[in-house]
């Protein structure tokens, strides 16, 4: 099983302009001991991509789709405790 398995990830701004689809279904997988790079051009969704894994989006910014998994473990709608106990220790 992989670390980390990101399966369309799809994450959005609902802004007064409309909604921005910042992200729009990404899937990758990082084995644990690995080093991945994600490139793209400049607005293309990277930096909001890892956001999104470690739940530190703007308050207009919601996941709308798709799931993480960190080493089986579903983040995408766990609670804010949970997130805690990730964020800086685990990621
Ligand atoms: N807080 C926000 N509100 C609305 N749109 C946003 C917000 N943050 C980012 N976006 C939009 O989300 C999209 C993805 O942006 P992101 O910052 O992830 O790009 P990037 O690939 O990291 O670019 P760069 O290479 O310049 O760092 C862009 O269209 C950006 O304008
Ligand atoms: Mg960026």
Redesign the pocket.
């Known amino acids: 099983m992989a670390l980390l398995e990101v399966s369309h990830l799809q994450t959005s701004?609902f802004?007064d302009a409309g909604e921005?689809k910042?992200v729009n279904d990404i899937s990758f997988t990082l084995d644990r001991g690995k080093v991945l790079g994600i490139v793209?051009?400049?607005?293309?969704?990277?930096?909001?991509?890892a956001y999104s894994i470690m739940q530190i989006l703007?308050g207009?910014?919601k996941i709308i789709g798709g799931s993480v998994k960190l080493d089986g473990q579903e983040l995408v709608g766990a609670d804010e405790k949970v997130m805690k106990t990730v964020r800086g220790n685990k990621i």
């Open positions: 701004f802004t921005v910042a793209g051009e400049s607005g293309s969704g990277k930096s909001v991509t703007a207009t910014g």
